[in-house]
């Protein structure tokens, strides 16, 4: 039997808002798992996921540097971004418009307990659907994500991750370069790493846009597959 996940397309939303709501869904479910060890009962603990597309952001995880922000108070205000500390892994990355956002919180007690296996599965879902738009992506030894051209003077990311779990729930996620504006990521090292560049995936295709809905769909199929679950 599929697992079911409750799935929300939040839009455009402000990523502290964001941040809220994810804490909120992650807290009810780590409660809940509590409640059953207590209590000695197997009620089912709840599993989400979200999209959403943020204004434009920079977030800062726990093991991150922050002199990978190339630009002060100042210059993030004129460029109308915005700059959080936030309490996922990895280091410095961007969000804006022309980029998915997902979340998945889940309960991984409901489908395995290994975190790497977890990230393995996102970055497959997002190898398989750059795919489908005849994109050959890769992962790159050692560091988490999707990238393009691995081992050539010309590897570039273009789905960035990082994730926080306690107790085998997860928050926070992934962000795949749909119709991304590439300037904002010249004001950072983006996560920690200087030597690669950052693409996406419309100027992949030599599109002025892509269709964000159609990725979306196809983003949503792979992760039903790859974790035998059922959006409701």
Not at 170 to 175: I, K, L, Q, V
Request: with cysteine.
């Amino acid at each position: 039997m599929n697992k079911r996940v409750h799935f929300q397309d939040l839009g455009l939303k402000d990523y502290k808002e964001t941040w809220d709501y994810q804490e909120l869904l992650f807290k009810e479910t780590v409660d809940a798992k509590i409640r059953n060890r207590r209590q000695g009962t197997a009620v089912e603990t709840p599993n989400h996921f979200l999209f959403v597309e943020h204004p434009h952001v920079f977030t800062l995880g726990k093991s991150g540097d922050i002199s990978n922000l190339l630009v002060d108070e100042k210059q993030l205000a004129e460029k109308e971004a915005s700059f959080y500390k936030i309490n996922r892994g990895g280091d410095i990355t961007y969000h804006g418009p022309g980029q998915i956002v997902g979340y998945p919180i889940l309960d991984l007690d409901n489908f395995f307990t290994d975190i790497h296996q977890y990230l393995r599965l996102l970055e497959e879902m997002v190898m398989l659907t750059l795919a489908e738009y005849g994109l050959k992506a890769e992962r790159s030894q050692g560091e988490t994500g999707v990238w393009l051209d691995v081992g050539t003077p010309f590897a570039r990311k273009i789905c960035a991750m990082g994730v926080r779990a306690s107790r085998w729930v997860t928050m926070h996620g992934f962000a795949l370069n749909v119709n991304a504006d590439l300037g904002y990521f010249d004001l950072m090292v983006p996560c920690g790493i200087k030597d690669k560049a950052v693409t996406s995936l419309h100027l992949e295709l030599g599109k002025t846009k892509v269709d964000m809905d159609g990725v979306k769909q196809k983003l949503r199929h792979h992760f039903e597959v790859l974790f035998e679950a059922e959006f409701i």
